[in-house]
């Protein structure tokens, strides 16, 4: 079933259960579906990379809306988005924990050779590729720097 055709499922059985917040997370992410479908040589049709891609985005930008609305003390937008991101996490695959994560950066700083902080973007490109939607941007990034400064 393919990623449009699981909103689909899901909106509807949301709306009977008058889940509002599940709903506009929902249609949310079927807004980005006809946004990546409409954009020019996509042909009406999305890869699974693309669909990861803005899933990603979209779980990025709800942590960073999170992370503002808790310095701000404002829980009632913080916990909109606690809400929005648990149906997004639904449709991504699952996230590397930290150690798995350690031994993956670990192997790959091996393999590049890398030895001290100065080859941080050999690193980085590298581990983009090979983790890309296993583990936040910026938790690989904060990993590879404490790897590389030990």
């Known amino acids: 079933m393919s990623l449009e055709q699981q909103v689909m499922t899901e909106m509807k059985e949301a709306m009977k259960a008058k889940e509002e917040g599940v709903l506009r997370a929902l249609r949310a992410i079927k807004a980005e579906i006809i946004k ?7 042909g009406g049709e999305i890869d699974e990379a693309t669909e990861q891609k803005f899933l990603q985005k979209m779980m990025k930008q709800r942590k960073d809306s999170l992370e503002i609305f808790e310095k701000q003390g404002r829980e009632d937008l913080a916990a909109k988005e606690k809400e929005e991101m648990a149906v997004i996490e639904k449709f991504l695959p699952k996230q590397l924990s930290e150690a798995e994560l350690k031994e993956a950066l670990k192997k790959i700083i091996t393999d ?10 050999k690193v980085m490109g590298v581990a983009s590729k090979q983790l890309a939607g296993l583990a936040d941007g910026k938790t690989i990034s904060g990993l590879v720097k404490e790897l590389l400064a030990g």
């Open 36 to 42: 990546a479908k409409t954009e020019p040589g996509a």
């Open 112 to 121: 590049t050779g890398a030895a001290s902080p100065a080859d941080m973007g």
